[in-house]
C-alpha cells in the first residue's frame, strides 16, 4: 500500500501547544511537600524528565514522585551500569553534538541523591520547543501497522509516493526530518532513502498489508543515506549550512524498526521533513561496514553517522585512515545495544583529506560466539554503517 505525501506549508502551532498542554499537565505530579531541591534532583530534571515524562519515548513516567522514589533503586543502578541517558559512543571518538554522557559532578550527584530514594522537590523538565522551521513534506507513515504484545524488533518498510500532481514549487531540498509518534517509543527507529528505481513502491504494492516486509535497503541505496529518526532522538538535523537534495521522480523509502510493549499499538506517526537555510552545501552518503571499507575521492567533512547493526554486535570502532597511514578514531561504541542507537552528528563537522579511508573493525558478543556462523547470523554481525558528507569545494546552493 502507499501512502499519498502531502505536501504543507502549515506552521507547527498545533505541535507546540500539544507539547505545552503535556509539559503543564506532567508538572502538577510534582509534589511540593518538601520544598527543598537537592543537586541530584535538579540532574535528574535537566538529564532524565526529557524522557521520562508522561507520554515520553521510554514509557516510564518518572514525574510522579512516589514511582519514582519506588524505583529509585533501579534508576541509581542503569545510570551506574552506563545504561541511562543512553549514550552508546566512549569519548575515544571525534566530537559528537548534543552528547548525553553526565560529568562526573553530576553523575556523583544524581546518585547520591537517587541512593538517598530521590527525596525534595523536582523541578519540571525542559522542554525543548518543537523547531519553526518552515516545512513542505509531511506525510503519515505506517498507518494500518501494528506490533501486538511480544517483545523484540519487528521492521517494515514503507514506499512514500510523492504528491502526483507535481507542484512546480516542489522542495529539492531538506536538512531535519521530525518524527512525531501516536504511541511514543514504540517505533525505535525509522531510517529513510529515495529509491529512484522504483522496487520499494513494486514491493510495497504487492504485500496486501499496509508497508512491506524486508528491510528498506533498495539497489544501492542504503537505509539511513536519507537520514532517520530515533526514538531518543526524534529531531534529525543537519548542522546549520548542510542539506539533502530531494531527487525528482523517486520514492522515499521508510524502514521502521518498531517493539511490542505488552498491547497492540500502532507504530503510526506524523513525519515532516524541514526547510534548509539558505547558502548551504549538499551532503551525500558513504556506506561502509567491516567488509566494505570506502576510500574518500576529494576532500569532505563528515556531517552524521548512523548504524544498522543486530543484537549479536558487541564492539564498533570507525576509524579514518589517511594517506599516510595514521589512523585516527571517528567513533567508538564499546557495548553495542540496538535498543539504544540513533543518529550522531559531528561537531564540529569532521574534515576528511582525499583518499582517507574509513574503516569498521567490529566484534561479536559472547552470546553470538557460542552459536555457529551461518550466512544470516554473519550477515547480522555485520554492523552497516551510513557517513553523511559534504564535499569540502561543493558548489553553495543559494536558493529552493
Ligand atoms: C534520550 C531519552 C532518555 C533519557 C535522557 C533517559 N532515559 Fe531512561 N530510558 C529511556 C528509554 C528509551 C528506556 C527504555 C529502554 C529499553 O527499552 O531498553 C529507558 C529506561 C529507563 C529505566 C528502566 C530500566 C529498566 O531496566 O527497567 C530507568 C529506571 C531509567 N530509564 C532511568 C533513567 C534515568 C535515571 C535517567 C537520567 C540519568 C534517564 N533514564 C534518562 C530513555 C531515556
Sequence with gaps: MIFWAERLGRSCFVFCVLTLVVCASADQHIHAENPQIWNGAQVFSKSCLPCHGANSPAALDLTDPIALRRRATTAAQVVRDGLMPPWLPSESGAPLKDSRKLSAT??????????QS???????????????????????????WQVGGDPGMTLRSFAIKQDPTM???????????EFVADAPGVVH?????????GFAARLDASDPAPGYDAVGDIGLQVSGSSGGVSRLSTLWQLPKGYAMKIPIDAVLVAEIHAEGRGKVESTAGNVRFLTPEFPCKLVHAIAISPSRPATIASAC?????????????????????????????????????????????????????AG??????????????????????AAM????????????DADLIREK
Design 106 to 115: 553530576d553523575r556523583a550527584a544524581l546518585l547520591e541523591w537517587l541512593d
Design 118 to 144: 530521590a527525596q525534595g522537590k523536582v523541578p519540571s523538565a525542559v522542554v525543548t520547543p518543537r523547531p519553526s522551521q518552515e516545512c513542505e513534506i509531511a506525510f503519515r507513515v505506517a498507518d494500518g
Design 167 to 177: 507542484n512546480p514549487d516542489a522542495p529539492k531540498f531538506f536538512n531535519a526530518i
Design 189 to 197: 527507529s525509522i531510517s529513510f532513502l529515495w529509491d529512484e528505481l
Design 301 to 353: 567533512e563528515a556531517v552524521s553517522i548512523s548504524i544498522r547493526a543486530g543484537s549479536r554486535v558487541q564492539s564498533i570502532d570507525v576509524f579514518a585512515k589517511d594517506a599516510k597511514g595514521q589512523l585516527q578514531c571517528v567513533l567508538n561504541i564499546p557495548k553495542w545495544n540496538e535498543r539504544l542507537s540513533e543518529p550522531w552528528m559531528f561537531d564540529p563537522p569532521l574534515a576528511l583529506e
Design 356 to 377: 582517507t579511508e574509513l574503516i569498521v573493525q567490529s566484534t561479536v558478543n559472547a552470546d553470538a560466539q557460542k552459536t555457529p556462523l551461518d550466512a544470516h547470523a
Design 381 to 392: 554481525s555485520q554492523p552497516m554503517i551510513v557517513v553523511l558528507v559534504a564535499d569540502k
